[in-house]
């Protein structure tokens, strides 16, 4: 195996976090500019400037990124003159703003760090970005060296982030230890994939144990304790798993793995195929590919757990909640077999065991509904 490197992302967590700021960014400079969703920071950048005030740390514009991040928005981001001259970037929002900073900040090679406004996903300290085309359409996958330098996490901001995202943030990370778990069933358990491993099995029981009161905080705009937990596991525990199961080897790509997800994310991206389901959200749906996944899986008593956890967190159950019938099975089982997710399933992926698994999973969720 060729070398290679390994950069730990770290973290600020609590209502006054963005006190840290001096402190953790003292090395890079005196000057950050801010980009992000304009909601996003509408809402961070009051308490940015009043953590930041008496001290000799500057940001020098908000600025939007653009709405999508795709290379066409870095690419006019990298010509604005307070980009330029920034000593660092400050990346603030969800995913697509986080991921948008850190494709600017790696080539610009400039210092970045991250500020999520809502904890529905783990971009903001991964080393991974989703990159979309202009239609939305996704378009591929941008590697970097290192995630964020550092990541402020103010539990303020995101318990005033909305309900929903957070809601679909715990049916997202829901997916982490399942897939890791199963995906690397078959493998060569290194040091590095094996320490994703490892940190896989801690994701699932915070969100069991904290997840109802965490959002139901999140509604009364309460930062409280079960809403830093489960903010945590959706940002960090699982950003951390995604940075040791995913390796783009150079030059050699036959040390390539992508252990981050498997057949919980083949739902997802075959379900975003069909139009009537447009409407719900990434991790709304990859929820439900949990328990497909654990179907296929034969981890029947497992399934049913989530399944109840599931159904009473209001995450979906069955196709019909996601605006979905049996008969949009086979074009998702067409989609999630071409994409990178389900090379690595192990023993090699079953379209057929698939799309039975999928009905095997609607068919328990009419059930379990009825009897409930």
Not at 246 to 256: G, I, N, R
Not at 274 to 301: N, W
Request: glycine share 6%.
């Amino acid at each position: 195996m060729s070398n290679y490197s390994i950069f730990l992302p770290s973290y600020s967590v609590g209502e006054e976090c963005y006190k840290e700021i001096p402190y953790v960014a003292r090395k890079y400079g005196k000057k950050a500019v801010a980009i992000g969703g304009k909601t996003a920071m509408s809402k961070a950048k009051p308490e940015l400037l009043k953590a930041l005030e008496g001290t000799d740390f500057e940001i020098t514009d908000f600025i939007w990124y653009g709405g999508d991040s795709n290379y066409e928005n870095v690419e006019i981001l990298k010509k604005h003159p307070e980009v330029i001259n920034a000593d660092m970037l400050f990346g603030i929002g969800g995913g697509r703003a986080c991921d948008t900073v850190k494709i600017l900040a790696d080539m610009l090679d400039k210092p970045f760090f991250t500020f999520p406004t809502l904890a529905s996903n783990c971009a903001a300290c991964t080393a991974i970005a989703v990159v979309y085309n202009q239609d939305a359409s996704f378009k591929e996958y941008y590697y970097m060296k290192t995630p964020a330098y550092h990541t402020f996490i103010n539990t303020k901001v995101i318990s005033d982030s909305p309900a929903e995202l957070f809601w679909a943030g715990i049916g997202d990370a829901l997916s982490k230890e399942y897939e890791v778990l199963f995906v690397t069933r078959d493998k060569p358990m290194y040091h590095t994939p094996l320490m994703g491993h490892c940190i896989s099995t801690i994701c699932t029981e915070p969100l069991l144990t904290y997840g109802k009161q965490a959002l139901e905080d999140c509604r009364q705009r309460k930062p409280s304790f079960a809403l830093e937990q489960v903010a945590l596991d959706i940002i960090i525990s699982t950003g951390i798993v995604s940075n040791f199961e995913t390796h783009e080897a150079q030059p050699d790509p036959k040390d390539d793995y992508y252990y981050n997800s498997t057949l919980a994310h083949c739902v997802y991206y075959g379900v975003s195929t069909i139009p009537a389901a447009e409407k719900h959200l990434h991790g709304e749906i990859v929820s439900f590919g949990v328990l497909c996944l654990l179907t296929y899986d034969g981890q029947i008593r497992e399934r049913d757990k989530i399944m109840a956890f599931n159904a009473d967190m209001r995450l979906p159950v069955t196709l019909e909640e996601m605006d979905l019938t049996t008969e949009d099975v086979d074009k998702i089982v067409k989609k999630a077999s071409s994409v990178i997710e389900w090379q690595f399933v192990p023993g090699g992926a079953s379209e057929e065991k698939f799309k039975n698994a999928i009905l095997e999973t609607d068919e328990a969720g009419k059930s379990y509904l009825a009897q409930h």
